[in-house]
């Protein structure tokens, strides 16, 4: 059985970081494309970043010279850095692992910029 576990939100400054964690069980993130996305209420679900089976990550224009995503096989997890947080990036954050039809999804963690 497939499981992903999203932890790592919270409430931060603008400006701020965070370090999100999406951590597998039944799959290895290695074999599978990893991506993140992120949705705010009222509003489609957004791709922020991915990750390839090459281990090469892939960003969103919004996410990009902020963001970084990496992937530690021996954890089976993969990580997204949030660097100087903004506003427009409050959302729930999304793992999800895709191969072939197959497509994942963990439960989402909340990340809030406010001050």
């Known amino acids: 059985q497939v499981q992903l576990v999203e932890s790592g939100g919270g409430l931060v400054q603008p400006g701020g970081s965070l370090r999100l964690s999406c951590a597998a069980s039944g799959m290895m993130v290695s074999s599978y494309v990893m991506k993140w996305y992120r949705q705010t209420p009222g509003k489609q679900r957004e791709w922020v970043a991915h990750i390839g089976t090459t281990g090469y990550p892939n960003y969103a224009d919004s996410a990009k010279g902020r963001f970084t995503m990496s992937r530690d096989n021996a954890k089976n997890t993969v990580y997204l850095q949030m660097n100087s947080l903004k506003r427009e990036d409050t959302a729930v954050y999304y793992c999800?692992?895709?191969?072939?039809?197959?497509?994942?999804w963990g439960q989402g963690t909340q990340v809030t910029v406010s001050s």
């Open positions: 999800a692992a895709i191969r072939g039809s197959a497509a994942y």
